[in-house]
């Protein structure tokens, strides 16, 4: 009678227990799957998050870029502007500078004619001036000549040494000068010592000193001076030699028209 009541009990025993195992291997298993699932998901997490650092360094290099890009941008703008600017200015210099053209071409052919009337003045001018350092005066008009149908030589070259010759001319008036010349004395050509003294007198003397001259320019002629002037042209001749200090001289100065 005792056995059998003991028996249900030990069933009943063995079966909580196997429940007991069951539900735990369950719970087990659903932990292990829980923690998987938390693991699987921690992974693609980092993942993911990775991406996302990974993008938003790309959006941080890309942003740096798009400064940098609108920097330079805005550096064209301002350059462009300028360049505008520049373009238009140079457009009225050339404007300005194709009238300029024009015009020289008109003053060339005004110039040129100006140029041969100068010269064709400058040697009547030295044909009737003091007859002083002839050769050099007329070499000089004969080099502008032959200079003024040169092609090679511009027309403000042309101009220039016109313009330096009458320079030359204008300084003689304001020099003194010795030099070796010749003159004709009683039908004879003889050699004397010139002096130029500015345009106020031009005085000759023999090496020897008997004779001494002065030039008319009314008459266009020699004039032989008196013993009077003899010291007063050696000291002037002296002094254009320097050889005598600068001092007063005795020469001779003919009146205008006498």
């Known amino acids: 009678m005792k056995e059998h009541q003991i028996r249900p009990s030990v069933l009943a025993f063995a079966f909580c227990v196997a429940s007991i195992v069951s539900t735990g291997e369950i719970r087990a298993q659903s932990l292990d799957e829980v923690l998987g699932v938390r693991a699987v998901t921690t992974q693609d997490g980092?993942?993911?998050?990775g991406k996302i650092d990974e993008v938003t360094d790309d959006t941080r290099s890309l942003l740096s870029q798009f400064k940098q890009v609108m920097k330079v941008v805005d550096g064209l703008k301002v350059y462009n502007q300028q360049?505008?600017?520049?373009?238009?200015n140079q457009e009225q210099e050339l404007s300005e500078l194709?009238?300029?053209?024009?015009?020289?071409t008109v003053i060339e052919r005004q110039i040129g004619p100006l140029i041969e009337r100068m010269i064709v003045n400058l040697e009547q001018f030295v044909s009737l001036d003091v007859p002083f350092l002839m050769d050099e005066r007329n070499n000089r008009i004969e080099f502008l000549k032959e200079t003024l149908d040169r092609s090679d030589?511009?027309?403000?070259?042309?101009?220039?040494?016109?313009?330096?010759?009458?320079?030359?001319?204008?300084?003689?008036?304001?020099t003194i000068e010795a030099y070796t010349?010749?003159?004709?004395?009683e039908?004879?050509?003889?050699?004397?010592?010139?002096?130029?003294?500015?345009?106020?007198?031009?005085?000759?003397?023999?090496?020897?000193g008997e004779t001494t001259g002065v030039w008319d320019n009314g008459s266009r002629q020699w004039v032989i001076l008196g013993d009077e002037y003899r010291r007063g042209v050696q000291n002037g001749l002296r002094i254009a030699r320097k050889t005598q200090t600068a001092d007063l001289v005795n020469l001779p100065v003919l009146a205008p028209g006498k």
Request: glycine share 6%; charged share 25%.
């Open 181 to 185: 010349d010749f003159v004709e004395l």
């Open 83 to 88: 360049q505008r600017r520049l373009i238009k």
């Open 153 to 174: 030589v511009t027309v403000a070259e042309k101009f220039s040494q016109v313009m330096q010759a009458y320079q030359v001319e204008n300084s003689y008036g304001s």
């Open 187 to 208: 039908g004879k050509s003889r050699q004397v010592d010139m002096l130029k003294w500015g345009r106020v007198s031009l005085v000759f003397q023999t090496p020897d």
């Open 98 to 104: 194709g009238q300029s053209i024009d015009n020289v």
């Open 46 to 49: 980092r993942k993911s998050q």
